[in-house]
């Protein structure tokens, strides 16, 4: 499929199959995230690519409680909003039952030092432009599933469980981190 074709057909996929996904196409989907464009060519981003069922069960048991207890405190009104919240309860219940989690990373500007890598501007980073690296990086490799014929969704599960994660993967303060 081509670039555009991926990009016009890839929607949120939030009913995935649990089929395993070969480790060339998990490493393929984050090289082509590594392709992204990024401020001056600083590549801020790392990946931890979560494939162990222990580790994605225990992702799932933090997650599904705490996002079934959000969604009750929200409004429910239309059928767009119904669809929404069904496929993203789905998406935290059966999280550990997903091939892989993909969690893009990047700095928190002013950490690139600890990080012992370029950051942009080198002598000032600015947040904006650390972060935006691994927003592109994820936009890749979501692209890059689609044409593979994998699916992915963004979602910002993280939030749910920051702490938690973090001691859970081993991510330290200074980084940020997403899941595409």
């Known amino acids: 499929m081509d670039v555009i074709e991926a990009m016009e057909t890839c929607s949120a996929a ?7 996904v070969p480790q060339e196409l998990i490493e393929r989907v984050i090289y082509a995230a590594t392709r ?8 801020e981003w790392d990946f931890i690519v979560v494939r162990n069922p222990e580790t994605k069960q225990k992702i799932r048991d933090l997650l599904a409680p705490r996002f079934k207890a959000m969604l009750a405190g929200m409004p429910t009104t239309g059928q767009v909003t ?6 993203a309860m789905h998406l935290a219940e059966t999280l ?4 892989a989690i993909i969690f893009v990373c990047g700095p928190i500007a002013g950490a690139w030092l600890i990080q012992s890598r370029a950051s942009y ?9 650390v ?3 691994p927003y592109q990086a994820a936009q890749n490799l979501i692209v890059a599933a689609r044409s593979l014929g994998l699916g992915t969704t ?7 469980m920051e702490s938690e994660l973090r001691k859970l993967l ?3 303060q200074q980084i940020k981190f997403g899941v595409p």
Not at 96 to 99: F, S, T, Y
């Open 36 to 43: 992204a464009s990024s401020p001056g060519n600083s590549q």
């Open 96 to 99: 550990n039952e997903v091939p």
């Open 14 to 20: 939030r009913y995935l199959k649990p089929d395993p």
């Open 121 to 129: 501007p080198p002598d000032a980073p600015i947040e904006q432009f």
């Open 154 to 160: 963004f979602t910002t599960l993280q939030m749910f």
């Open 131 to 133: 972060w935006s690296a």
């Open 82 to 87: 119904s669809r929404l919240r069904a496929g």
């Open 170 to 172: 081993g991510i330290p």
